[in-house]
């Protein structure tokens, strides 16, 4: 059975901080992984990563995948209250569309 | 339309009552999957079509889901005798076919059985 496990579960900090949130994977076939970000309603999508070790950047937000250590991290740089959110990974893997999910790490934002 | 569409955005029902809840994909997206989100926990897959096909509906929790997409565009999310352990967002999602591209989420229909 896949598995994605997300640490930390929580985070506070204050407002300009930099964070890492973390993700890794046990995936049999495993094709991507992608970075949602979850407020009050719908995940929004941030980044889907298929091949290891390329960056890849959204203003104040990166992410990067190692396929051999089977982790992905997400990072925001000068984060602002607007960041707050609950972050989820989800793993994809070949042969069938469904996303299997962390539990989310949520992260607050303090001014 | 723009987004994933979800309706109702709020159901409450009595244990043992029906519920149906609808999902509008993207247009011209072909997947659609739904998802069941616990509070504090992350989606868990529930079903998967491909056109009006269901190809996976491996994470139905019971025979009490029923999920359909009969014309290959709108999918309705159907449980019967429902239980208080179904409380929870009930996501939908769709995307282009094939994996390469990724999944866009409705708002979901937060159900409470009572």
């Known amino acids: 059975e896949d598995k994605v496990v997300q640490s930390p579960l929580s985070l506070v900090v204050h407002e300009g901080d930099t964070v890492t949130l973390n993700c890794s994977y046990e995936?049999?076939?495993?094709?991507?992984l992608l970075w949602y970000k979850q407020e009050k309603k719908a995940p929004t999508f941030l980044f889907m990563l298929t091949s290891s070790g390329i960056e890849k950047k959204s203003g104040r937000l990166s992410s990067i995948l190692d396929k051999k250590e089977l982790f992905s991290i997400l990072n925001i740089t000068a984060t602002q209250t607007g960041d707050s959110a609950i972050y989820l990974c989800a793993s994809l893997r070949w042969g069938n569309e469904k996303l299997t999910f962390g539990t989310g790490t949520r992260l607050t934002i303090i001014p | 339309g723009a987004g994933v569409s979800q309706s109702p955005r709020y159901k409450v029902a009595k244990r043992g009552q029906d519920v149906a809840l609808r999902c509008d994909p993207i247009s011209g997206h072909v997947s659609l999957f739904w998802y069941q989100q616990a509070l504090g926990q992350g989606p868990e897959f529930l079903t998967y079509?491909?056109?009006?096909?269901?190809?996976?509906k491996s994470g139905l929790p019971s025979d009490r889901f029923f999920a359909e997409r009969p014309e290959g565009s709108v999918s309705t999310l159907k449980i019967q005798r429902t239980q208080q352990e179904d409380s929870a967002v009930y996501l939908c999602a769709s995307s282009r076919a094939g994996g390469s591209q990724p999944q866009h989420f409705g708002d979901g229909t937060r159900l409470s059985i009572l």
């Open positions: 995936v049999t076939n495993f094709r991507s």
């Open positions: 079509f491909q056109n009006e096909a269901q190809l996976d």
